[in-house]
């Protein structure tokens, strides 16, 4: 079940703006992972994070692995309209005992 | 390299019936986990095999079943359907030998009448 708490739940933005979502857990992750889900498909992952401190980008997408392990930012620059979805963050611990988040649901007015 | 398949995409089925669906991983991957995805619950995880063995089990009743065969595609199976299993049953391969990433398939969206 759910042990990460994603948010916020769902964010309005226009074009051209930043979006700043986060997750938090209480417990310790050896792995966080940042998908998005569109409509009818499944969850495609976009950044994945190792080590504690870690600050990754991939494009307009910069994600970090939280210090103390129990948590992960993910920041999209610049958004465009088909930045649209849905964004879910995971922590993983081995062993593919993975725990999502409750996603963040994105809408980009153009 | 080609991604995770799963089949079929859409399913419609009456209460009572049973229902299996596939899944195809990523070539070299040994590990298939079963996703349960609706809106009220979010992604709940409800089995993972690995080598044809079910390794980890998530917390659903009997109803929901799997296997994994040698090549290590999988098979979900849900027995007697009610209208909750409703929902979108996603697959995710892995390497399953340590921390690793899953890769999802695009999901099988099941309705139960």
């Known amino acids: 079940g759910q042990q990460l708490n994603q948010s916020p739940q769902s964010m309005f933005i226009q074009e051209g703006e930043d979006v700043s979502m986060n997750c938090t857990s209480s417990s310790i992750f050896n792995t966080w992972l940042w998908y998005k889900q569109d409509p009818g498909e499944g969850p495609v992952l976009l950044i994945a994070?190792?080590?504690?401190?870690e600050l990754t980008s991939n494009g307009r997408l910069t994600a970090q692995f939280g210090i103390t392990r129990k948590d992960s930012f993910l920041n999209i620059s610049a958004s465009i309209p088909s930045d649209v979805g849905i964004y879910f963050c995971?922590?993983?611990?081995?062993?593919?005992?993975?725990?999502f988040g409750a996603g963040t649901r994105l809408t980009v007015k153009p | 390299k080609a991604g995770v398949t799963q089949t079929p995409r859409y399913l419609i089925k009456t209460r009572g019936q049973q229902v299996t669906l596939s899944c195809s991983p990523i070539s070299g991957h040994r590990s298939v986990s079963w996703y349960q995805q609706t809106p009220g619950q979010g992604l709940q995880f409800l089995f993972e095999?690995?080598?044809?063995?079910?390794?980890n089990k998530g917390n659903f009743p009997g109803r929901f079943s799997g296997r994994q065969f040698s090549n290590s595609r999988s098979e979900m199976n849900v027995s007697t359907l009610e209208l909750g299993d409703s929902a979108l049953y996603l697959c995710?391969?892995?390497?399953?030998?340590?921390?690793?990433?899953?890769?999802f398939g695009p999901g099988t969206r099941l309705t139960v009448l």
């Open positions: 994070l190792y080590k504690a401190g």
């Open positions: 995710a391969s892995s390497s399953g030998l340590g921390p690793d990433t899953q890769y």
């Open positions: 995971a922590g993983q611990r081995g062993n593919n005992d993975m725990r």
């Open positions: 095999y690995f080598s044809e063995t079910q390794r």
